[in-house]
Each structure stands twice: as structure tokens, then as C-alpha cells.
């Protein structure tokens, strides 16, 4: 394909996002189909005189959208229409109609889904009702810019207990989602500096750090976590991490590879971001404490949410701050206000003081735990070696190796015609996607559905 | 209580005595406060993955020092007294307690409150608990990422018959607040743009447009609205206007003033922001149609609020995009997810269906005017050629020139010596604050206190 796009080098908008926005609309128009291959990053840097970073840093976002796809020595190619992971809630969620008109015909393993069953819906009434009654008063004042002090304790508390995170409620700050925290963090670490990003990582933080002008410097992750050679090569002034379940390998950092990164941190004088986006759900084996909670020189930011532990359409998410961002943190976010509804938050110190928050994670615990146990026999009694899982010993996801002849789109395509809703890997990765891996969520998937989805996925892939 | 302790195997401290050292450590520490129930031994040996004899060995050795007691069918209890800093911290925090208390011996005229007596609390507990009834499942969905569908069609129905908002829903974005829309919208339009500021203006909404590297040209404002020469001078690519209840002046910018700044934002492609931040509360007077409503050209983006027509408490803002900006705001809203909890979102779907909303707006409204009339008659009868107030035709404040040999500064602390908080304008302007003119908003205080209140101010600055 050739692509003659005239680039205006007198814009604010740099190369990079320009390019980027003609070859979307370019897809979206139709113009560039699906499936066709896209000019290699030298052949395209070339063709329109830009170095191969910026054709480098466009297919990266485009591929982060799920607009385009690399396949494994033979290139990138455009894939627009198919999974749009930013978009795959929306797509997924047609406002008001119930969940059930829309899913019936589908088994959807999507990895944002909790499970919708078994909520505790009278205990979350009653709470609700409750602190609107026992606190109305307190619904007209502006509230506590951080969040309501005495939930923002009874995070610090159950933090220390379960993630052993050493904090003091004033470092904690409430925000109405983690993007918005990740957003209020941009603005308090300011513009313009690296940060070494997991690769394979979570494409929606990437993406808010990519608009807050940071420089994304993609760092390999092994068995153990993030790889240390490229971060000592680097030097980044920040790094994202998600250790107690890297996203979306599902690996759990490794003790001394916390040990080293926090070393390297301290030396560098550097900050540490680390996301629990769902430490809640370790199944097994020795518990490894918080990075935070190892750190002795305050360089770890730590982010929580109730999305995965509670629901995520509350949009209660929380970060703790160490003291040299306080001030700083504080100014920043009163600019927002606090974010959560305040009669949201009184609701929450009601369930947690009550006990019914701690019952639900564990009770959320054995099921998923379940589930995951289910996913991973069915998986091994109906395809055996045809398949490899990784990431299966925590968390709420699994990604899925399968030995066929079909690639990533075509594994995908195959499942949607069986009526199963699985997930490309390859947006997950900035470099080197893998060529036949899928993405499966199980917490929203009841246990006959997690049968009987693998049973579709054999008869979809190994017939 | 969900426990995670480091236990080091390679230690020659056998398990159940680090375990004993841990517990005890914690409950010294006041991390584990008398009373609280411990995990079972069970529950405990499964989460460090160690055996329950190991368990068992440490809480009898716990209980024989007696930090610990076993109550029979109830588990084991931490029985060790302490005192946690946590709580006592939190005993004396102002913002759980409630706000009378904190509030009694002030008059307060801050501008940010509303009446706290007349909010319809039953109605709203009822279109809270009924939305949850009727609606749970759907809480376990993300949600239309922009908002639910249904609250958008309610917003854009009630904009088009009370402020002549011409839009579809699907051009509505509801948010946590108007400066997380802002945030949006300087993603959306991109950094390094020039945005028409009125001098005097918001300075909230101006620090988040600064913070976003975007160019601020303050542009005077006279009795029409924002000045069209300065406007015309510098062609700014984006104008931040109050039209309906100019904030802080209070004035109403005139039908012609409107129709310049649309020909000019026409012919200049310039985007016009319309904060509407009050616009609900127009005591009388000719209403006239919003910027929005009089568009001809797709210029303008109307910007709306819940908090002074409900709650600021409740988080829920909104924003009209025009086409153009539709593909590109929904794109950084799906970054952010949407912001405003599903619940409270479907518990203002109930309440405005049931025609609570408009019943509350048309009681306040009533309300508010009565005040203002108190206010202003009060101001009148006291101080009458001492001061002069703007901006008392419209809105929930006024500014107060007050003819006195003190100064802003000066004229605020003598307030507050006699117990009334009142707030100061220069903060508002960039270029030539004004020396004697202080800032009062009446909605969040009572009928007599506005009396009382001004008779303090006079006794504070006239004698």
C-alpha cells in the first residue's frame, strides 16, 4: 500500500498524532480496509521524510486501540472494526437495556466484567440508606477535597492488613476512577518526563500518560516482573508497575525483584507507580508484601480501586502518596474537587465498618477461585496440549497460548462465530505482540458458561 | 480482616514464632485494635499458605500472654488495649462530624453553598432506593461511557425547554464535576491554543486551562458581557464566557452581545465555552436564549452543572459538544470511563422522571429570590449610600462595593470579628483587582442569618 499523507509541520499537533489521525480516519472511512498490510515503519518514514521514531510511536497508539495489529515477521496490518479496547465497554453496553437482553446469545469472557450474581445487594441497600439517613446533613457541604477522611482510614487500615501498605489517611486521595488519579498524578509529577512502562501493559494508562506528553519507554517484563537490565539502561524518572499481577501476563513479581527495583528507585532518585488493580484476588502460595509496604524511601505511588473488589460502576478508585507529593497532590486535586460522590463514599464507610465489604472479598475469593479452577480444568480436559495458560495462579484473567494454525484475529473470529467473546493480546504489547495468544476474563462468567464457552472455543478451534 | 505477613523460611525462627512476633508487633503498634475478630486459624493457614497447627501454636501463645481471647462460637478476638493515633486523629476531624457543629458560631456567605434545610431528602431516598430495585443488574455493566443514555435524553429535553439548548443526546457527556469536563475538553481541543479568558473570571476553570499549557488572554468585561474589541485584537482559537449570570459580576450578557461574539466565533472557527454554571436561577427579566440555543454554526459548547440545582455534593456535570468535537471527545471520555457513579446517574433518571427535579428547581428558585430580596433590602436599610451591589438581578451571589476607609483585606477580617465570613473579589482578576469589593453568596444561608449577618457587617465596618 502506499500512502501519500501531506503532514503540516506548522501545526501544534505533533507528527506522530497527525499521522495517526489520518490513518484512523482513513480506516474509518473505509479507505484502508481491514486485513490490509501496512508500509513498514522505514518504508512509510521514508515515503513522507519522518524518522521511524514517529511512524514507530503512531502504529503504538493505533495498535494500542486495536486499529491496527503486528503479526510476527510479516508486519503490521490494519484491523479497524474488530476489538477497539477503549471502546470495548461501550460496544459491550448499550445503555439501560438490561445486561441480559443483550449478552443472552453470548458468552463474553471480557476481563472488565465482575461477577453480577452474587452482589450483596440488601447489605449495599442498607448501607446506603443508612448513612443517607444517619448523615444527610453532611450531603450539603463540599466535603474533604481527598475524600471523607473516615473512609479514606479505614483504607489506610485495611491496606496496611492486607497489602501490608504503610500509609497515614493523609496521604490517601479518593478519586472517581484510576484514569482520573493517573490524571491528577501527570499533573502533580508534571510534563515531559519518561516513564518505563511495562511492555506488555495496560494500554489506557499508557495512553493517558502519552497525552500528558510523558515519554513512554517500553521495558520488557520476564517471569519475575519488569526487567531490570532496560530500566538501569533507561533511567526513567518514573515507572509503572503492576506486580502483584502484571497486566496481562499475570505473573506476581518476585521478592527480590522488588527488592532491586525499590534499590534502583532510591538510587535514582526515581518514583515508583504501582497498580493493585486487583490484589485482592491472590488464590495460593506465600503473599509477597506491597512494594510500598517494602519501600523504605518513599518513591512508591500505590493505586487501589474498588472496581474489581466491589463494582466497577461505583468509580471509587484511591492512591496513596508518599510525603514529598502531598502538598503538591493536594493542590492538584483541589482543583477537580473530590470526584466520588460524597453520599457514595458514606456508603462505603458504612459497608466496611459493618464487615459486609471484608465478607464480600471473601466470599469473592472462593468463587473466583472456583471459577478459575473450572476455566483451567475444562481448558486442559478438552484441549490438553493444544494449549498454554499464563497468569493462572491470581487475579480474574488468563491469557491463552493455543497451537493451531490460526492467528490472534482468526482465534477471535472463530469463537465470535460460535457465539464466545474472547480478547486480542497483541494491543497489550508495544513490541514483539504474540502471534496466537487470546485474553479471557472468567469473573464475569457464571460456571456452566466457563464449560460451556471452552467446549465452543475446542469446537471453534481444533475442528 | 484480610492479613498478609512476610514469613521467611530461611530463617531459624520457627514459623509460629514469627507469626506470635508479627501479631504481636501489630497489635503494639495499634495496627490490630481491641476487639477485632482474627482470621480463623483456617482462613489464616490457607492465605500465608502455612499449616493450621502453625496457626494454632501462635494464638495459644498469644492468648496465654493475653493479647488475644477466644470467645466461644464467635473465634478469637485481639484483646490487647491501645490507643490508635488513626482514630483519635479522626475523632477530631471537622468533616465527620456533623456540620452544624463546626459551623454554629459563623454566619458563613460562602458562594459554593446551597439551602441545606429544603433539599426534598424523602423523594430523593426514594428515587435511590427505587433505581436500585429497579435497576441492579445493571449496576454490574461499565455504562455508556458518556453516561447513561437515558439521563442524557432527560438533560438534553430539559436544556432545549429551559435554556433553548439545541442538541442530541448523544452530543451530552456527563462527568464528576465541570473541571473534570474542562480536563476533557483541553484534551480534546489539544494544548498550546489561545483561550479568551473574562477578566474577571473563574479562576478554578482558568488553572486547569493554564495547566494544560493553554494561552490565557484575559479579556475585560463590561455591562453586555465580554468586550468584543479585545476579543477581535487577539482572534483567540478558543472563549471561555458565563453569559446567562456573568461569574463574578453577576451581569447578563445582552442579546446583541451574543449574536457578535457567534459572527465572530463563525468567521474566526473559534470555539465559544458557555458555563452555565447557575443558569437556573433567573429571578426576572426577558430570558435569553443560551449562545448554544442561538449557534447557527456549531461554535459553541454548552457546559451545565447538578450541583447548584441539586447537590454540589452529588458530582454531576455535563457538557453539549458540537459534531465536530464528538469522535474526538468520546474518545478521551473512554479513557477516563465514565466518571459519575451508574447509581446515582439511574437515581436522577428517577427523580427527574417523577418531576421531583423541576419541583425542587421551582422551590428554590422561589426561595433563593426571597433571600436575595432579604439581602438586598437589608443591605439597603443598613448601609444604604455606603454600598453599592452588583449582580443582584440573577444567581445565588453578589459583589459589594463598599464605601469605607478599609480595604478588601480589612473589610473581611472585620467580618470575621464579628463572626460573618465573607469572601474577597480581587482573587477573580488578573488586571486591576478592585480595593473595596467583597463577594457574598446568600443561598447556603438562612433568612434571619442574612439579616443578622448584614447588620453584623455594618456594625463591623460603619462604626
Same mark, same amino acid.
Given at each position: 500500500?502506499?500512502?501519500?499523507?501531506?503532514?503540516?509541520r506548522?501545526?501544534?499537533i505533533?507528527?506522530?498524532?497527525?499521522?495517526?489521525?489520518?490513518?484512523?480516519?482513513?480506516?474509518q472511512?473505509?479507505?484502508?480496509?481491514?486485513?490490509?498490510?501496512?508500509?513498514?515503519?522505514?518504508?512509510?518514514?521514508?515515503?513522507?521524510?519522518?524518522?521511524?521514531?514517529?511512524?514507530?510511536?503512531?502504529?503504538?497508539?493505533?495498535a494500542?486501540?486495536?486499529?491496527?495489529?503486528?503479526?510476527?515477521?510479516?508486519?503490521?496490518?490494519?484491523d479497524?472494526?474488530?476489538?477497539?479496547?477503549?471502546?470495548?465497554?461501550?460496544?459491550?453496553?448499550?445503555?439501560?437495556k438490561?445486561?441480559?437482553?443483550?449478552k443472552?446469545?453470548?458468552?463474553d469472557?471480557?476481563?472488565?466484567?465482575?461477577?453480577?450474581?452474587?452482589?450483596?445487594?440488601?447489605?449495599?441497600r442498607?448501607?446506603?440508606?443508612?448513612?443517607?439517613?444517619?448523615?444527610?446533613?453532611?450531603?450539603?457541604?463540599p466535603?474533604?477535597?481527598l475524600?471523607?477522611?473516615?473512609l479514606?482510614?479505614?483504607?489506610?487500615?485495611?491496606?496496611?492488613?492486607?497489602?501490608?501498605?504503610?500509609?497515614?489517611?493523609?496521604?490517601?486521595?479518593?478519586?472517581?476512577?484510576n484514569?482520573?488519579?493517573?490524571?491528577?498524578?501527570?499533573?502533580?509529577?508534571?510534563?515531559d518526563?519518561?516513564i518505563?512502562?511495562?511492555?506488555?501493559?495496560?494500554?489506557?494508562?499508557?495512553k493517558?500518560?502519552?497525552?500528558?506528553?510523558?515519554?513512554?519507554?517500553?521495558?520488557?517484563?520476564?517471569?519475575?516482573?519488569?526487567?531490570?537490565d532496560g530500566?538501569?539502561?533507561e533511567?526513567?524518572?518514573?515507572?509503572y508497575?503492576?506486580p502483584?499481577?502484571?497486566?496481562?501476563?499475570?505473573?506476581?513479581?518476585?521478592f527480590?525483584?522488588r527488592?532491586?527495583l525499590?534499590k534502583?528507585?532510591a538510587?535514582?532518585?526515581?518514583?515508583?507507580?504501582?497498580?493493585d488493580?486487583?490484589?485482592?484476588?491472590?488464590?495460593s502460595?506465600?503473599?509477597i508484601?506491597?512494594?510500598?509496604?517494602?519501600?523504605?524511601?518513599?518513591?512508591?505511588?500505590?493505586?487501589?480501586?474498588?472496581?474489581?473488589s466491589?463494582?466497577?460502576s461505583?468509580?471509587?478508585?484511591?492512591?496513596?502518596?508518599?510525603?514529598?507529593?502531598l502538598?503538591?497532590?493536594?493542590?492538584?486535586?483541589?482543583?477537580?474537587?473530590?470526584?466520588?460522590?460524597?453520599h457514595?463514599?458514606?456508603?462505603?464507610?458504612?459497608?466496611?465498618?459493618?464487615?459486609?465489604?471484608q465478607?464480600?472479598?471473601?466470599?469473592?475469593?472462593?468463587?473466583?477461585?472456583r471459577?478459575r479452577?473450572?476455566l483451567?480444568?475444562?481448558?486442559?480436559?478438552?484441549?490438553?496440549?493444544q494449549?498454554?495458560?499464563?497468569g493462572?495462579d491470581?487475579?480474574?484473567?488468563i491469557?491463552?497460548?493455543v497451537n493451531?494454525?490460526?492467528?490472534?484475529?482468526?482465534?477471535?473470529?472463530?469463537?465470535?462465530?460460535?457465539?464466545?467473546?474472547?480478547?486480542?493480546?497483541?494491543?497489550?504489547?508495544?513490541?514483539?505482540?504474540?502471534?496466537?495468544?487470546?485474553?479471557i476474563g472468567? /469473573?464475569?462468567?457464571s460456571?456452566?458458561?466457563?464449560?460451556?464457552?471452552?467446549?465452543k472455543?475446542?469446537? /471453534?478451534w481444533?475442528?
Open positions: 500500500m502506499d500512502i501519500t499523507f501531506f503532514l503540516n506548522n501545526l501544534d505533533p507528527l506522530y498524532q497527525q499521522l495517526y489521525q489520518l490513518f484512523k480516519k482513513n480506516m472511512d473505509g479507505h484502508i480496509q481491514k486485513g490490509v498490510k501496512l508500509p513498514s515503519k522505514r518504508l512509510l518514514a521514508a515515503q513522507l521524510s519522518i524518522s521511524q521514531t514517529t511512524v514507530e510511536r503512531t502504529y503504538e497508539q493505533l494500542a486501540e486495536g486499529y491496527i495489529v503486528s503479526k510476527p515477521r510479516s508486519g503490521w496490518f490494519a479497524y472494526d474488530e476489538i477497539d479496547l477503549i471502546h470495548s465497554e461501550m460496544a459491550n453496553n448499550p445503555s439501560i438490561p445486561v441480559t437482553r443483550e443472552e446469545n453470548w458468552i469472557f471480557h476481563y472488565g466484567n465482575v461477577d453480577s450474581v452474587h452482589f450483596p445487594f440488601s447489605a449495599w442498607k448501607s446506603m440508606v443508612g448513612s443517607l439517613d444517619q448523615y444527610g446533613q453532611q450531603l450539603h457541604r466535603g474533604d477535597i475524600g471523607e477522611l473516615e479514606r482510614t479505614l483504607i489506610a487500615e485495611n491496606l496496611y492488613h492486607s497489602r501490608g501498605v504503610h500509609c497515614r489517611p493523609e496521604q490517601v486521595i479518593l478519586g472517581a476512577g484514569p482520573i488519579l493517573l490524571q491528577i498524578l501527570c499533573q502533580v509529577l508534571r510534563r518526563i519518561s518505563g512502562y511495562e511492555d506488555p501493559g495496560f494500554p489506557r494508562s499508557r493517558i500518560f502519552e497525552m500528558n506528553s510523558m515519554k513512554i519507554i517500553p521495558i520488557p517484563v520476564d517471569e519475575e516482573g519488569i526487567c531490570m530500566i538501569r539502561k533511567n526513567p524518572s518514573l515507572v508497575v503492576t502483584s499481577h502484571q497486566f496481562p501476563l499475570g505473573t506476581v513479581m518476585t527480590d525483584r527488592r532491586q525499590l534502583w528507585a538510587e535514582n532518585q526515581s518514583f515508583i507507580i504501582e497498580d488493580y486487583d490484589g485482592e484476588y491472590r488464590y502460595g506465600q503473599p508484601p506491597s512494594l510500598q509496604g517494602l519501600d523504605q524511601h518513599e518513591r512508591v505511588i500505590f493505586m487501589g480501586t474498588f472496581s474489581k466491589l463494582l466497577p461505583l468509580r471509587v478508585s484511591y492512591m496513596v502518596l508518599p510525603s514529598s507529593l502538598e503538591k497532590g493536594r493542590e492538584i486535586t483541589s482543583l477537580y474537587k473530590q470526584t466520588v460522590s460524597c457514595v463514599q458514606l456508603t462505603l464507610v458504612e459497608f466496611i465498618k459493618k464487615g459486609e465489604w465478607k464480600h472479598i471473601n466470599k469473592m475469593r472462593k468463587l473466583y477461585q471459577k479452577e473450572i483451567l480444568e475444562t481448558l486442559q480436559s478438552e484441549m490438553g496440549e494449549v498454554k495458560v499464563r493462572g491470581t487475579g480474574l484473567h491469557m491463552l497460548d493451531s494454525h490460526f492467528n490472534e484475529k482468526e482465534l477471535i473470529e472463530k469463537a465470535k462465530e460460535q457465539g464466545v467473546k474472547i480478547y486480542p493480546a497483541s494491543p497489550f504489547y508495544t513490541k514483539q505482540p504474540p502471534g496466537n495468544t487470546v485474553f472468567f /469473573a464475569g462468567v460456571e456452566a458458561d466457563i464449560r460451556a464457552g471452552i467446549k472455543l475446542k469446537a /471453534a481444533m475442528n
